[in-house]
């Protein structure tokens, strides 16, 4: 394969990605579109496609995608309509889908994405509203291809960028993006695996300069975020080897083989007649109030962007710290409510980015799952601001934390941790490290005075741990200074 860094070629990049939400009922019909339900279960007879069903709109997918849209700087379209998209297959009972084709419900907005060597804003061409279709299953018969329509119905957003991006880390970058804010909003899980989200991708490549678009390929099947980078990393090298050997490319549809790591034809891609778009006639337009969009506005919680920028500028926390904490909505709400109890921005900031993420990755769990309340992280944090505890000890403590629900301070006076800041004690204990260590202090006094750092150890060492090392070194100074 040729290198992805060809310098003659570009790539040209749009992705369409489809997010399932998390409304409590299907788009058109009053039933749970729960993942992992018993093969149609989820079902309705407007779900199976009966005649003389109508649907009946959801009113959270209008104002699911209006917030999508929002987030996204889309204008939002003061009327709307849905259409049927017709096509015919086993997982669609109706031989339709009601979607959105000529008026989407948002359109022309845009996001901002962030790479190692620069930022780049990506366009949104339009996100509209559909319901998903069924699930054909072919690897649970030998002979058969089984149908579950518990899916049938359950209410999507599509989201259509522009061809704006130009790279596989781009598409990643992007992707990312997308799914940060789709689960700041609640609206969507952004469960890939799951196929909560999914993503389709438009590949092309041209000669750089050349401002014609050359002829694209759709690439599906992509379940994971890396698989959509190496994905299109092959395509464009595929198509790049190709025309090099004085080939063409042909429109269609790819899927992706994860297994294999490389792409297998699908069918010709579609044009959208073929689809034989026409008004929904059972459902009427969306008529969008100025009240109502305030209202949606209002609801907006804080965006990660705007988030990541007060965590730098107000709480003073670096970048790339500010960045890990905002990356998801519940680890900036848990350090959130940390540091309105206890405020230490930095303090807070530096155990859950060190102590609580390695718990959260040994065990594989989100923040939600995390056995250590705000309220207990920042007892064991003010214990060790009080100099009551050693940086040390605070680990052991935090450990023991996991699986306890004893309080810090319980547990540090049960594990004999608490530093002794009893001068009288301390000052007995430095005398004798003095009386046993002159060679030690003629040094000392002759100018080695990285001496301190040994007077110190044997301090500790000779109060197991437990002498305040601030209050220590301030003795310690003083004897040696006096005699």
């Given at each position: 394969?040729?290198?992805?860094?060809?310098?003659?070629?570009?790539?040209?990049?749009?992705?369409?990605?489809?997010?399932?939400?998390?409304?409590?009922?299907?788009?058109?019909?009053?039933?749970?579109?729960?993942?992992?339900s018993?093969?149609?279960?989820?079902?309705?007879?407007?779900?199976?496609?009966?005649?003389?069903?109508?649907?009946?709109?959801?009113?959270?997918?209008?104002?699911?995608?209006?917030?999508?849209?929002?987030?996204?700087?889309c204008?939002?379209?003061?009327?709307?309509?849905?259409?049927?998209?017709?096509?015919?297959?086993?997982?669609?009972?109706?031989?339709?889908?009601?979607?959105?084709?000529?008026?989407?419900?948002?359109?022309?907005?845009?996001?901002?994405?962030?790479l190692?060597?620069?930022?780049?804003?990506?366009?949104?061409?339009?996100?509209?509203?559909?319901?998903?279709?069924?699930?054909?299953?072919?690897?649970?018969?030998?002979?058969?291809?089984?149908?579950?329509?518990?899916?049938?119905?359950?209410?999507?957003?599509?989201?259509?960028?522009?061809?704006?991006?130009?790279?596989?880390?781009?598409?990643?970058?992007?992707?990312?993006?997308?799914?940060?804010?789709?689960?700041y909003?609640?609206?969507?899980?952004?469960?890939?695996?799951?196929?909560?989200?999914?993503?389709?991708?438009?590949?092309?490549?041209?000669?750089?300069?050349?401002?014609?678009?050359?002829?694209r390929?759709?690439?599906?099947?992509?379940?994971?975020?890396?698989?959509?980078?190496?994905?299109?990393?092959?395509?464009?090298?595929?198509?790049?080897?190709?025309?090099?050997?004085?080939?063409?490319?042909?429109?269609?549809?790819?899927?992706?083989?994860?297994?294999?790591?490389?792409?297998?034809?699908?069918?010709?891609k579609?044009?959208?007649?073929?689809?034989?778009?026409?008004?929904?006639?059972?459902?009427?337009?969306?008529?969008?109030?100025?009240?109502?969009?305030?209202?949606?506005?209002?609801?907006?919680?804080?965006?990660?962007?705007?988030?990541?920028?007060?965590?730098?500028?107000?709480?003073?926390?670096?970048?790339?710290?500010?960045?890990?904490?905002?990356?998801?909505?519940?680890?900036?709400?848990?350090?959130?409510?940390?540091?309105?109890?206890?405020?230490?921005?930095?303090?807070?900031?530096?155990?859950?980015?060190?102590?609580?993420?390695?718990?959260?990755?040994?065990?594989?769990?989100?923040?939600?799952?995390?056995s250590?309340?705000?309220?207990?992280?920042?007892?064991?944090?003010?214990?060790?601001?009080?100099?009551?505890?050693?940086?040390?000890?605070?680990?052991?403590?935090?450990?023991e934390?996991?699986?306890?629900?004893?309080?810090?301070?319980?547990?540090a006076?049960?594990?004999?941790?608490?530093?002794?800041?009893?001068?009288?004690?301390?000052?007995?204990?430095?005398?004798?490290?003095?009386?046993?260590?002159?060679?030690?202090?003629?040094?000392?006094?002759?100018?080695?005075?990285?001496?301190?750092?040994?007077?110190?150890?044997?301090?500790?060492?000779?109060?197991?741990?437990?002498?305040?090392?601030?209050?220590?070194?301030?003795?310690?100074?003083?004897?040696?200074?006096?005699?």
């Amino acid at each position: 394969m040729s290198t992805i860094s060809n310098e003659k070629y570009e790539a040209v990049i749009g992705l369409e990605v489809h997010a399932q939400l998390l409304t409590n009922s299907k788009a058109f019909a009053a039933v749970s579109p729960q993942y992992g339900s018993a093969p149609n279960t989820n079902v309705t007879p407007l779900c199976l496609g009966h005649p003389g069903t109508l649907p009946v709109l959801n009113e959270n997918l209008v104002r699911f995608t209006i917030k999508m849209g929002l987030a996204t700087n889309c204008k939002v379209a003061e009327k709307s309509i849905f259409a049927r998209k017709n096509y015919f297959y086993p997982d669609l009972p109706k031989g339709y889908q009601i979607s959105q084709y000529e008026t989407p419900i948002c359109y022309d907005g845009h996001i901002d994405i962030e790479l190692e060597e620069y930022n780049k804003t990506i366009g949104i061409t339009r996100i509209h509203m559909e319901e998903d279709a069924g699930k054909s299953i072919h690897d649970q018969d030998p002979y058969h291809t089984l149908v579950d329509l518990n899916r049938a119905g359950t209410p999507l957003i599509e989201i259509v960028s522009e061809p704006d991006l130009r790279t596989p880390q781009e598409a990643y970058e992007y992707l990312k993006k997308i799914r940060q804010i789709v689960q700041y909003l609640e609206i969507c899980d952004g469960n890939m695996e799951e196929g909560s989200l999914r993503c389709d991708a438009n590949v092309s490549i041209r000669l750089r300069g050349q401002k014609e678009l050359g002829t694209r390929t759709e690439l599906k099947n992509m379940n994971s975020f890396r698989n959509v980078e190496r994905a299109i990393t092959f395509e464009i090298e595929r198509q790049i080897e190709l025309v090099e050997a004085g080939g063409e490319v042909v429109q269609k549809t790819l899927l992706w083989d994860p297994n294999k790591l490389e792409t297998r034809e699908m069918r010709s891609k579609e044009e959208a007649h073929d689809y034989r778009y026409f008004p929904e006639p059972d459902l009427p337009p969306i008529i969008i109030k100025k009240e109502t969009l305030e209202d949606i506005q209002a609801e907006l919680p804080e965006l990660p962007s705007v988030r990541l920028e007060r965590f730098i500028k107000e709480l003073g926390l670096s970048e790339d710290d500010a960045f890990i904490l905002t990356e998801t909505r519940p680890l900036a709400d848990y350090f959130e409510k940390c540091i309105s109890i206890l405020d230490e921005p930095k303090a807070v900031s530096n155990v859950i980015l060190t102590e609580v993420l390695r718990i959260l990755n040994e065990k594989s769990i989100d923040i939600d799952e995390f056995s250590i309340t705000p309220e207990r992280l920042t007892a064991l944090i003010s214990l060790k601001q009080d100099d009551k505890i050693s940086s040390s000890a605070m680990q052991t403590i935090f450990n023991e934390m996991i699986e306890s629900s004893e309080s810090p301070l319980e547990l540090a006076e049960k594990l004999n941790l608490i530093q002794v800041s009893d001068s009288g004690f301390l000052e007995e204990i430095v005398d004798q490290v003095i009386q046993d260590n002159p060679d030690e202090v003629t040094r000392y006094k002759e100018g080695k005075k990285a001496l301190m750092g040994f007077f110190i150890g044997q301090v500790m060492k000779e109060s197991k741990g437990k002498a305040n090392p601030k209050l220590a070194k301030d003795i310690v100074t003083k004897k040696l200074d006096d005699n």
